[in-house]
């Protein structure tokens, strides 16, 4: 059985986790973790997700022991994930991120980390979402520079990135695959007198409202038609499950950096 630690285990991902660890019959919860000070620190990480015991106190993220688990879960903001990944070098222990909004210095944290454990990190763990970026990356090769490219996402309202990380992935998959650079050709915002249009942009648009578990549109706007590519995510239980997929995937894994595509076999985007 892979031992599985849960950083945020009292968090909307968090309590998913919990669950989605107790589905998986190769994986045992052995440690939850929370902020220090938390009011969750103390109690059950089953109780809180599901209503029964788990036999699994949370504690506080800083007395967290790395060779008390083999792979640790994080869901939760960048810089508590920052910490979680130096536990685990000093542990040895692998880490699945979910977590998003990363900037650049902190991604090459997790790049240096990755050189030490194993890293397997993914802004979506659904299959579904990375199944969509391969189509994306078709469509995109396909159709080119004949058309307008936008990324519109909607997420509920207690989140606190944006654009979410699955569309920043996304932008970078269409970049990619139309020869552009995506801090080159980005566009997160228009407001007033904008002017036309330019072709070789890509938008994106972020909608926050309600309790939007998280939807993803790629517009491919040429004239005479237009092509629209759709995810949707109806239970975070659809993320939560494909990260314990990769927790288990990661247990026996070489250090490194790994993304869905390795768990999931799909090749690389
Ligand atoms: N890759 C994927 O498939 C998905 C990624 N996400 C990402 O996961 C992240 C979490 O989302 P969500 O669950 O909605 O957010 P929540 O705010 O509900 O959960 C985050 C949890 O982390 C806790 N936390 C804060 N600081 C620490 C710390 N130092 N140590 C341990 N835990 C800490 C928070 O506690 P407190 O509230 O007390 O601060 C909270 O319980 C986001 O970045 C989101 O974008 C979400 C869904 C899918
Ligand atoms: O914060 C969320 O909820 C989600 N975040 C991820 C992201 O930023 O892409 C994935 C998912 O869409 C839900």
């Not at 285990?9 to 107790?22: D, H, K």
Request: negative net charge.
């Amino acid at each position: 059985m892979t031992r599985i630690a849960i950083n945020g285990a009292a968090g909307r991902m968090g309590r998913e986790l919990v669950i989605a660890c107790q589905r998986n019959e190769s994986l045992e919860l052995a440690a939850a973790f929370e902020a220090p000070g938390s009011d969750a620190v103390g109690q059950d990480a089953g109780r809180l997700a599901t209503g029964e015991d788990a036999g699994v106190a949370i504690a506080s993220a800083d007395d967290r022991d790395a060779s008390a688990f083999d792979v640790l879960v994080d869901f939760t903001r960048p810089e508590p994930c920052l910490s979680a990944i130096d536990d685990c070098v000093a542990g040895g222990a692998a880490i699945v991120i979910g977590t998003t909004g990363f900037d650049a210095q902190q991604m090459k944290s997790i790049d240096k980390a990755a050189g030490q454990i194993v890293v397997v990190m993914a802004p979506n763990f659904s299959a579904g979402v990375n199944l969509t970026l391969k189509l994306l990356e078709t469509a995109a090769k396909a159709l080119g520079d004949s058309v307008d490219i936008e990324v519109v996402e909607a997420h509920h309202r207690h989140k606190v990135d944006a654009p979410s990380g699955t569309a920043l992935r996304i932008g970078e998959v269409l970049a990619d695959a139309t020869g552009r650079n995506l801090d080159d050709c980005a566009v997160y915002a228009r407001h007033g007198h904008t002017g036309e249009r330019e072709r070789g942009t890509i938008g994106f648009q972020t909608i926050r409202g309600g309790d939007i578990v998280g939807e993803h549109t790629v517009l491919f706007a040429g004239d005479g038609e237009r092509l629209e590519i759709t995810h949707k995510a109806s239970s975070r239980q659809t993320f939560a499950s494909g990260a314990m997929r990769a927790a288990a995937w990661a247990a026996d894994k070489p250090a490194g950096r790994y993304d869905m595509n390795d768990v999931l076999g799909l090749g690389k985007d």
